[in-house]
């Protein structure tokens, strides 16, 4: 037989007295391992399965018994009496052998004789196999297999038990539409939850009791969702109980008569790297720990009821080290101090769904606030970040945004305090635990923020605090309404930021970056509806993407253009006070703005996919792409004049959703329009009515560039969107990098501080190289060092800026290539963790670059790769996306991939990757990227 390799995630641990040998009937000097356990041993070796001894015998004992026997290499891992604190039928040393072996107790196999092992494996969430011995089968109802000897024990009895009981945690790790149905029918009302916690040293974990208190409608079975690392003692109503830990999953608790039940348990649980559930974070020599709970986390951390339907008032005791400072849903009500730890007690939190309890726990400092709306405030952030604490800007916005949204809604801020935690390695913009929300500490800037970056981090702390009513106040029936609280405080935050003066562009910042990227991503074969089906929990983030966000936003603007803002706001008034501290569903929320309209709207544009395409000519010809079965609502129409010419252009404001685009129009006559309209809003129109244009093929891609070019003169919002769109084109089509083209841009923005214009500039550069336009290159690094010394601008950029241009003027020809390519991605503040060469030539599946870094590295290494580099390139992405990489990972090859003047390239990789059979959520994605890169080839190749 040829021999395999290991089998992951599997792992054997055997109890020693009775499974290994049997002291009952042997004597010292006649020790004999029981038969069948070297054929046993043998069978695992040859598939390579890790096994361990797991006994609360003393290891000398054991070792003697071997040796005597000659066994002594068969076992060669062993965890014995003096390893533990704690006997069977506590799981510690089930639990220390699993880590022995190197396989998380979950996906092992324990093998016992006793009722004491079978319940420390149950309190392990492992899989069991009891061997019968002198006991009789229903003695042993908890283990998935009973033998009669370890005879009747091979390879394929545990294989099945392995499969059974992954199967189990498979099945029971996500949660159902209709277990959640049927269990949210079995309980009455808000559940109680309390939860006293011990950290363990270093933030490792916590350990300690959960108490929960629910009353049940009729006799049921309940049970508790829980996924933690240990399960101790269990008592319900007062008395304990063993109850089923099916899959290490799901607890099945025994039937109970209606009336109030009360159930007791002890957990442990360690932390994790992972950024769910219970994380820990270190980051100058402090640590953080903190949970994150969306979808069905918490459950990782504790036994609940892990729905967003049945809310329970939660309340923590937490006993910590004495210098970390603790956050919570609720105001602190005491501290009580011993000689080592401090225990803090928290306050009983108003309802709320599992996912939105919350702590953080670490080597915090803080600072307070209260401001006109009387809500105390505080923001807990690192030390080393105080240094950039702009807290007053914060706090003033976050304040004002407060008011807003109590006069928008109509409803006073719901909870009694509001923090914002600043954590390091968070990897969502925020989260919006209720009353504490968590947020990225990149948005403390280290240096002077540009005016795009200050303006979305305003968009993310009002998308976040916006939250506390739409979502956390009233939260979904279920997941297939996340898209309403998502895409509600998409659209409600920019809506907000419109009343804020230092915000100016708001409104046309939501058509950019809402309205277009919705209809882009409406555009590709991976679209869906906006309402989509969400059967278990495990789906609950399958379609989160532009359409979920940005589009849904879009509609959700359609329903307030449709009501008018006022009785809009009436409306939702009336959805928060109908549904204050409850759940809801979309149906409740259109049925608030008493309109029966908006039903048959849901139906027609929530439930579908695509947009309607609107073409008109001068001549007042037109032609329309429209769906069946939708109704239409009217569209504004603009006068422009210029010179001896009259136009009329159609949704300038970009109200419609959909794609609209003139035909026939003079470039020229389009330049006059946009300069000769006062209002940014329909300068932008016309700009994205060009484009529209490109899109249909009605204008080509050099006309769209000579457009944004003439515009160059006026630095306006206006122009930065053109540039943004032209620096997506350039990163596709080197051809068109041309001098002239580079150089106007680049004088534009000669010194901006924003993202887009960086680039700009740095093209500009790149095309001096080029041109080998020595003296020009010259004379920008003599202006940026002018620049440098009196500090007039952003440090980083042009010390970046500077290098670039000084190693395009460098003398070696292999030098400038290499420190070029380098410095143009570290101009634009990325700051690699390795050189592209040693990105080129990483190992697989060991990657040094985190994602959110290399996602910003591709389009720099794309404007200046070789194209032998490119080949080698695309053979290492696509052995990458092989492997089981993280998602947002996977985004970012794929969106290396993306540049079109290599999208022939890219598209040979996908079919590749597809074939590989990967999961539903990754397939989705790389057909939209097939879709995505298809579409652009159709204009750039």
């Given at each position: 037989?040829?021999?395999?390799?290991?089998?992951?995630?599997?792992g054997?641990?055997?109890d020693?007295d009775?499974?290994i040998?049997?002291?009952?009937?042997?004597?010292?000097?006649?020790?004999?391992?029981?038969?069948?356990?070297?054929?046993?041993?043998?069978?695992?070796?040859?598939?390579?399965?890790?096994?361990?001894?797991?006994?609360?015998?003393?290891?000398?004992?054991?070792?003697?018994?071997?040796?005597?026997?000659?066994?002594?290499?068969?076992?060669?891992?062993?965890?014995?009496?003096?390893?533990?604190?704690?006997?069977?039928?506590?799981?510690?040393?089930?639990?220390?052998?699993?880590?022995?072996?190197?396989?998380?107790?979950?996906?092992?196999?324990?093998?016992?004789?006793?009722?004491?092992?079978?319940?420390?494996?149950?309190?392990?969430?492992?899989a069991?196999?009891?061997?019968?011995?002198?006991?009789?089968?229903?003695?042993?109802?908890?283990?998935?297999?009973?033998v009669?000897?370890?005879?009747?024990?091979?390879?394929?009895?545990?294989?099945?038990?392995?499969?059974?009981?992954?199967?189990?945690?498979?099945?029971?790790?996500?949660?159902?539409?209709?277990?959640?149905?049927f269990?949210?029918g079995?309980?009455?009302?808000n559940?109680?939850?309390?939860?006293?916690?011990?950290?363990?040293?270093e933030?490792?974990?916590?350990?300690?009791?959960?108490?929960?208190?629910?009353?049940?409608?009729?006799?049921?079975?309940?049970?508790?969702?829980?996924?933690?690392?240990?399960?101790?003692?269990?008592?319900?109503?007062?008395?304990?109980?063993?109850?089923?830990?099916?899959?290490?999953?799901?607890?099945?608790?025994?039937?109970?008569?209606?009336g109030?039940?009360?159930?007791?348990?002890?957990?442990?649980?360690?932390?994790?790297?992972?950024?769910?559930?219970?994380?820990?974070?270190?980051?100058?020599?402090?640590?953080?720990?903190?949970?994150?709970?969306?979808?069905m986390?918490?459950?990782?951390?504790?036994?609940?009821?892990?729905?967003?339907?049945?809310?329970?008032?939660?309340?923590?005791?937490?006993?910590?080290?004495?210098?970390?400072?603790?956050i919570t849903?609720?105001?602190?009500?005491?501290?009580?101090?011993?000689?080592?730890?401090?225990?803090?007690?928290?306050?009983?939190?108003?309802?709320?769904?599992?996912?939105l309890?919350?702590?953080?726990?670490?080597?915090?400092v803080?600072?307070?606030?209260?401001?006109?709306s009387s809500?105390?405030?505080?923001?807990f952030?690192?030390?080393?970040?105080?240094?950039?604490?702009?807290?007053d800007?914060?706090?003033?916005?976050?304040?004002?945004?407060?008011?807003?949204?109590?006069?928008?809604?109509?409803v006073?801020?719901?909870?009694?305090?509001?923090?914002?935690?600043?954590?390091?390695?968070?990897?969502?913009?925020?989260?919006?635990?209720?009353?504490?929300?968590?947020?990225?500490?990149?948005?403390?800037?280290?240096?002077?923020p540009?005016?795009?970056?200050?303006?979305?981090?305003?968009n993310?702390?009002?998308?976040?605090?916006?939250?506390?009513?739409?979502?956390?106040?009233?939260?979904?029936?279920?997941?297939d309404?996340?898209?309403?609280?998502?895409?509600?405080?998409?659209?409600?935050?920019?809506?907000?930021?419109?009343?804020?003066?230092?915000?100016?562009?708001?409104?046309?910042?939501f058509?950019?970056?809402?309205?277009?990227?919705a209809?882009?991503?409406?555009?590709?074969?991976?679209?869906?509806?906006?309402?989509?089906?969400?059967?278990?929990?495990?789906?609950?983030?399958?379609?989160?993407?532009?359409?979920?966000?940005?589009?849904?936003?879009?509609?959700i603007?359609?329903?307030?253009?449709?009501?008018?803002?006022?009785?809009?706001s009436?409306?939702?008034?009336?959805y928060?006070?109908?549904?204050?501290?409850?759940?809801?569903?979309?149906?409740?929320?259109?049925?608030?703005?008493?309109?029966?309209?908006?039903?048959?709207?849901?139906?027609q544009?929530?439930?579908?996919?695509?947009?309607?395409?609107?073409?008109?000519?001068?001549?007042?010809?037109?032609?329309?792409?429209?769906?069946?079965?939708?109704?239409?609502?009217?569209?504004?129409?603009?006068?422009?004049?210029?010179?001896?010419?009259?136009?009329?252009?159609?949704?300038?404001?970009?109200?419609?959703?959909?794609?609209?685009?003139?035909?026939?129009?003079?470039?020229?006559?389009l330049?006059?329009?946009?300069?000769?309209?006062?209002?940014?809003?329909?300068?932008?129109g016309l700009l994205?009515?060009?484009?529209?244009g490109?899109?249909?093929?009605?204008?080509?891609v050099p006309?769209?560039?000579?457009?944004?070019?003439?515009?160059?003169?006026?630095n306006?919002?206006?122009?930065?969107?053109?540039?943004?769109?032209?620096?997506?084109?350039?990163?596709?089509?080197?051809?068109?990098?041309?001098?002239s083209?580079?150089?106007?841009?680049?004088?534009t923005?000669?010194?901006?501080?924003?993202?887009?214009?960086?680039?700009?500039f740095?093209?500009?550069?790149?095309?001096?190289y080029?041109?080998?336009?020595?003296?020009?290159?010259?004379?920008?690094?003599?202006?940026?060092?002018?620049?440098?010394?009196?500090?007039?601008?952003?440090?980083?950029?042009?010390a970046?800026?500077?290098?670039?241009?000084?190693?395009?003027?460098?003398?070696?020809?292999?030098?400038?290539?290499?420190n070029?390519?380098?410095?143009?991605?570290?101009?634009?503040?990325l700051?690699?963790?390795?050189?592209?060469?040693?990105?080129?030539?990483?190992?697989l599946?060991?990657?040094t670059?985190?994602?959110?870094?290399?996602?910003?590295?591709?389009?720099?290494?794309?404007?200046?790769?070789?194209?032998?580099?490119?080949?080698?390139?695309?053979?290492?992405?696509?052995?990458?996306?092989?492997?089981?990489?993280?998602m947002?990972?996977?985004?970012?090859?794929?969106?290396s991939?993306?540049?079109?003047?290599?999208?022939?390239q890219a598209?040979?990789?996908?079919?590749?990757?597809?074939?590989?059979?990967?999961?539903?959520?990754?397939?989705?994605?790389?057909?939209?990227?097939?879709?995505?890169?298809?579409?652009?080839?159709?204009?750039?190749?």
């Amino acid at each position: 037989m040829h021999k395999r390799g290991r089998m992951q995630n599997l792992g054997i641990l055997f109890d020693w007295d009775g499974v290994i040998i049997d002291s009952s009937k042997l004597h010292e000097n006649s020790w004999e391992i029981l038969s069948g356990i070297r054929e046993l041993i043998g069978e695992l070796k040859e598939n390579g399965i890790p096994y361990c001894i797991a006994s609360s015998t003393p290891k000398a004992n054991i070792e003697a018994v071997l040796n005597k026997v000659g066994a002594k290499e068969l076992f060669p891992n062993i965890v014995a009496a003096e390893d533990v604190s704690f006997g069977k039928p506590h799981p510690e040393v089930f639990l220390k052998a699993a880590q022995t072996i190197g396989i998380a107790a979950k996906n092992c196999v324990v093998i016992e004789d006793a009722m004491d092992g079978i319940e420390a494996a149950i309190r392990a969430g492992a899989a069991r196999i009891a061997i019968r011995s002198t006991h009789r089968h229903k003695e042993f109802l908890h283990a998935h297999l009973t033998v009669d000897t370890v005879k009747d024990l091979g390879i394929k009895e545990i294989l099945s038990v392995h499969a059974s009981h992954k199967s189990d945690y498979d099945k029971y790790s996500k949660l159902s539409k209709e277990d959640a149905h049927f269990r949210r029918g079995s309980v009455k009302g808000n559940v109680e939850f309390r939860a006293d916690l011990l950290v363990a040293s270093e933030g490792r974990g916590v350990s300690g009791t959960v108490t929960i208190r629910w009353e049940q409608k009729k006799e049921a079975s309940i049970w508790l969702d829980y996924r933690g690392t240990e399960l101790g003692q269990v008592l319900l109503d007062g008395k304990e109980i063993l109850p089923d830990w099916k899959g290490g999953a799901r607890l099945i608790l025994p039937k109970t008569e209606s009336g109030f039940h009360t159930v007791c348990i002890n957990i442990r649980v360690e932390s994790n790297r992972s950024g769910m559930g219970l994380t820990l974070v270190n980051a100058d020599q402090e640590s953080f720990l903190y949970t994150n709970f969306v979808p069905m986390e918490a459950s990782s951390l504790y036994p609940c009821m892990d729905q967003p339907d049945i809310k329970a008032h939660f309340q923590l005791s937490l006993t910590c080290q004495k210098d970390w400072l603790v956050i919570t849903n609720t105001r602190e009500a005491q501290t009580v101090e011993t000689a080592d730890v401090i225990r803090h007690d928290f306050c009983k939190s108003r309802p709320l769904s599992s996912y939105l309890w919350h702590f953080s726990a670490g080597n915090f400092v803080s600072v307070s606030y209260e401001g006109q709306s009387s809500v105390p405030m505080r923001l807990f952030f690192r030390k080393k970040k105080q240094a950039y604490l702009d807290h007053d800007v914060i706090f003033s916005l976050v304040d004002r945004g407060v008011l807003w949204f109590e006069k928008f809604f109509g409803v006073p801020f719901p909870y009694e305090k509001y923090d914002q935690i600043f954590l390091p390695g968070f990897y969502w913009g925020g989260m919006e635990n209720a009353a504490s929300v968590v947020l990225r500490e990149e948005i403390l800037f280290e240096s002077p923020p540009s005016p795009e970056q200050l303006f979305d981090r305003g968009n993310l702390l009002l998308h976040e605090l916006s939250h506390m009513w739409f979502g956390d106040l009233v939260t979904m029936k279920w997941w297939d309404d996340l898209w309403l609280n998502e895409a509600f405080a998409t659209w409600v935050s920019y809506r907000a930021q419109r009343d804020f003066k230092e915000f100016g562009n708001a409104e046309l910042v939501f058509l950019e970056d809402v309205l277009h990227k919705a209809m882009d991503e409406d555009d590709l074969a991976s679209t869906h509806p906006v309402v989509v089906d969400c059967p278990d929990t495990e789906q609950a983030f399958l379609n989160f993407d532009a359409i979920t966000y940005q589009k849904g936003a879009c509609l959700i603007q359609q329903i307030c253009s449709h009501l008018g803002e006022t009785r809009f706001s009436q409306g939702l008034n009336h959805y928060l006070q109908s549904y204050f501290d409850k759940n809801a569903d979309l149906n409740d929320f259109l049925t608030a703005f008493e309109d029966k309209d908006l039903h048959k709207f849901s139906e027609q544009w929530l439930m579908s996919t695509g947009y309607p395409t609107l073409k008109y000519s001068l001549n007042g010809d037109y032609r329309t792409e429209e769906f069946e079965n939708r109704d239409y609502y009217p569209i504004s129409r603009k006068l422009v004049e210029v010179k001896d010419e009259s136009f009329v252009f159609l949704n300038l404001d970009q109200k419609g959703y959909g794609r609209v685009y003139i035909a026939g129009l003079k470039d020229s006559s389009l330049i006059e329009c946009i300069k000769s309209c006062p209002e940014p809003i329909f300068k932008l129109g016309l700009l994205q009515q060009y484009w529209n244009g490109v899109w249909h093929l009605e204008y080509s891609v050099p006309q769209y560039l000579g457009i944004v070019c003439s515009l160059a003169e006026n630095n306006d919002f206006v122009l930065q969107a053109g540039i943004r769109k032209l620096l997506q084109i350039l990163s596709m089509r080197s051809d068109l990098l041309d001098y002239s083209l580079c150089q106007n841009l680049g004088k534009t923005v000669y010194f901006a501080s924003d993202q887009q214009n960086r680039q700009a500039f740095l093209l500009w550069i790149h095309s001096l190289y080029l041109k080998k336009d020595r003296k020009s290159l010259c004379e920008i690094r003599d202006g940026l060092e002018l620049r440098l010394e009196q500090k007039r601008a952003l440090e980083l950029n042009l010390a970046g800026l500077g290098e670039a241009v000084s190693y395009s003027l460098d003398s070696s020809e292999e030098c400038r290539l290499h420190n070029l390519r380098l410095e143009l991605i570290q101009a634009v503040r990325l700051e690699p963790k390795s050189t592209l060469h040693g990105l080129m030539n990483q190992k697989l599946g060991n990657h040094t670059l985190d994602s959110a870094t290399f996602g910003k590295v591709a389009p720099s290494y794309f404007w200046c790769a070789e194209s032998s580099m490119v080949s080698e390139y695309f053979v290492c992405v696509t052995k990458l996306l092989k492997q089981p990489l993280d998602m947002v990972l996977k985004h970012h090859w794929l969106n290396s991939m993306f540049p079109g003047r290599y999208g022939k390239q890219a598209l040979n990789c996908l079919p590749q990757i597809l074939n590989e059979d990967p999961s539903l959520s990754d397939r989705r994605t790389l057909i939209r990227w097939q879709s995505l890169i298809q579409n652009w080839a159709r204009l750039c190749l």
